[in-house]
């Protein structure tokens, strides 16, 4: 049976999805060993994305195949049983044999956090980047609007030697502004590595004035990872939903 | 000058208010430290209530005189700046010099937060009690009707050796009903040890169906902790106000 995972996952302890060294430390390892131990033989996961050591999942999905047959409350009870009080199994649902969290994947919301009280937020820290000084929302919106289309987000990509395309379709970014903070959330076909930290730093120096508005465009013609703003700090950021 | 601080904290990390042994484990240690540091002598604060180990506040009160003359934003953000990130003063106030953070207090208000979803709540598991089994709200309004009023809460008292009144005025208990969550909000004059996870364990029982909610008058006649429920446990209470 081909079973469809939706997690959600505080990330501050791991080092990010991909499983990597010590398989205790990331996401997809920890589920592959309890899968493991459950079925009695190696399992391997697929997620619909990597998320970086330190982010986090309100709706991240994998996909796993399974000699057992399990109903679908039984295998997510059964798994946040033995999960950590980090990870928790939101639905399990059986899937066609085609169905494959990644491949099968056509659009993804994640949203980055900026907490901008004088005062830090005791219960909120590890969900929100901390940042004081005024940001201009009016700017940040401005920027949002060039960077929304289908385009070339090379200078958004933190992988130097990525081979593939790096044409990805932004659907929309939208920025609120709410009481001691500002929360930004991307939609789009895919994204790249580092990309939504990547265009969240952009924006802030935009919203700080370091940038002009207009300077995006420069941007992705330059295809210049160094012409982009700095790499927002991952515990602000949250992978909300995987559209299929 | 006399200084009222008001604070809040995450308490997971930490062994309650009140110091004792190791003082970097106590919040009033953690302040008393950081304000004699930045004093040059001992500064002693004085906190509005103690909380247990584990329990968390939005507005605790302390007060402390200093001899410095700081002006409210320069102090507030003198110690954020050396608090850790699960303490944080929300606002400092000069008072007079009467003003005394316990002796003042008039009142306090607490929430307790039960999370009823089947699936753990990853974001919030250090502020929430995890309680799956169905729990009836409308029998928990019911006995907490009994519990409201000017009583002898012996019966809802930790300590055993208790010489002084446990006659206290529960002016309000608030029971909400929200998806996957019950919270529970207790307004007051003053509360003994434990009393408000008390209070909280017994509602839990009565909405299970362990114990009838005009059995509370019951317990409250006995004045014997034996007779109440379990102690909630602490991470599901916050100290949201003092009232002066």
């Not at 399974?66 to 059964?78: G, K, Q």
């Not at 659009?107 to 929100?128: L, Q």
């Not at 952009?202 to 703003?229: C, N, Y």
Request: charged share 25%.
């Amino acid at each position: 049976m081909n079973y469809k995972l939706t997690l959600a996952y505080d990330g501050t302890r791991y080092d990010g999805w991909q499983k990597q060294g010590n398989t205790e430390k990331t996401i997809q390892g920890k589920l592959e060993n309890l899968l493991s131990r459950l079925e009695g033989r190696t399992v391997e996961v697929q997620g619909a994305g990597r998320t970086d050591a330190g982010v986090h999942a309100k709706g991240q999905v994998c996909s796993c195949k399974l000699n057992r047959n399990w109903t679908e409350e039984a295998l997510r009870d059964a798994m946040n049983q033995y999960l950590p009080a980090d990870i928790a199994i939101l639905r399990v649902e059986q899937v066609s044999e085609r169905f494959h969290a990644r491949l099968s994947a056509v659009g993804k919301i994640y949203c980055y956090r900026i907490w901008t009280g004088a005062v830090p937020n005791v219960f909120e820290r590890n969900y929100v980047y901390h940042h004081k000084e005024p940001i201009s929302v009016v700017s940040m919106r401005q920027a949002a609007s060039y960077l929304i289309g289908t385009q070339d987000f090379k200078s958004f990509c933190s992988n130097k030697h990525m081979k593939k395309s790096t044409i990805r379709t932004l659907d929309a970014i939208e920025i609120e502004e709410l009481t001691d903070e500002i929360r930004i959330t991307y939609r789009g076909n895919g994204f790249l590595y580092n990309m939504v930290r990547i265009l969240t730093g952009t924006l802030i120096e935009v919203g700080e004035g370091k940038r002009t508005p207009e300077s995006v465009t420069d941007i992705l013609e330059q295809k210049d990872r160094q012409q982009a703003g700095f790499t927002a700090p991952p515990q602000g950021l949250t992978l909300l939903e995987v559209e299929y």
